[in-house]
Nanobody
């Protein structure tokens, strides 16, 4: 059974940092592009970052402009985990963050893939 589990979400003050984790079971994340998406209150899902599969694209990383320079996506193959380090957090970063086993960069946006696996999400709240 394939499962993605996100963790690391929390309440943090503006300017603070968090590190989110996406851990796979029943699936080797090494062979997938792994994406982070978020859904803010009252808004649709937004792809924010994607890391390419290790075996073909050497872990190339992509970000949307809104998080570029603040967020870093990385992979730990031994732990079968993809991380999202989030720095300089802003109130508008408040959202449920989810990971998925499929993503691509298209004209500056991060898009998902049909049939990909998704985790349940973790809540990030940025507030003073």
């Amino acid at each position: 059974q394939v499962q993605l589990v996100e963790s690391g979400g929390d309440l943090v003050q503006p300017g603070g940092s968090l590190r989110l984790s996406c851990t796979g079971s029943g699936v080797s994340l090494t062979y997938y592009n792994i994406g982070w998406f978020r859904r803010a209150p009252g808004k649709g899902p937004e792809g924010i970052s994607c890391i390419a599969r290790s075996d073909r694209n050497d872990d190339m990383t992509y970000y949307v402009d809104d998080v570029k320079g603040r967020f870093i996506i990385s992979r730990d193959k031994a732990e079968n985990t993809v991380y999202l380090q989030m720095n300089s957090l802003k109130p508008e970063d408040t959202a449920i963050y989810s990971c998925t086993t499929g993503c691509n960069q298209e004209r500056g946006s991060i898009v998902g893939e049909t049939g990909a696996y998704w985790g349940q999400g973790t809540q990030v709240t940025v507030s003073s």
